[in-house]
């Protein structure tokens, strides 16, 4: 079995869209795609958030989200619904979360765990959105959904922590 999957739509690897859509090839390692996007989302967090700052994180986040849903209109033309090679929606929502980390190393570690779980787990109205919002946006919106949800908790663990 090959490590990485193939990409939909026939779209090449060193288009624009796949290299934003796959986070530059991340969303094509075949095992755990959504979690290696986050993943790799941590550490470029904490560089963001060390040279500008919690608002050129968020502003990061918006742009991710943006661009975000141009690269999965082009990657998603192969007409599955939420390809997992696009991580790009996974980078989004982490960088969202991390936004209230500050340049604590266990609130990024806390806030990657929360983000993947409230991803994972789709509690509603993230569910609703997955299931009921189509299209590229509908790619990208429940992870921001997930996103606010975990900036929420991961700001009220921050709280009790300080």
């Not at 094509?28 to 550490?43: D, E, F, N």
Request: proline letters at 4%; glycine letters at 12%.
């Amino acid at each position: 079995m090959a490590v990485f999957r193939d990409l939909p739509n026939g779209v090449g690897f060193w288009h624009p869209a796949t290299l934003l859509a796959t986070a530059g090839g991340i969303g094509l390692v075949r095992a755990g795609s959504g979690t290696w996007g986050s993943a790799v989302a941590v550490p470029l967090a904490y560089l963001i958030m060390l040279w500008v700052g919690p608002w050129g994180l968020l502003t990061a986040a918006a742009i991710a989200f943006g661009t975000g849903i141009w690269a999965a209109h082009v990657i998603g033309k192969s007409g599955e619904k939420d390809s997992s090679v696009i991580v790009i929606d996974e980078v989004a929502g982490q960088w969202l979360t991390l936004t209230v980390a500050s340049l604590n190393p266990w609130l990024y570690l806390i806030g990657f765990a929360l983000f993947r779980l409230i991803d994972i787990a789709k509690p509603w109205p993230i569910s609703w959105m997955d299931r009921e919002i189509d299209g590229a946006f509908g790619v990208m919106i429940d992870d921001i959904a997930a996103g606010g949800v975990a900036l929420v908790c991961l700001w009220l663990i921050g709280q009790l922590w300080s």
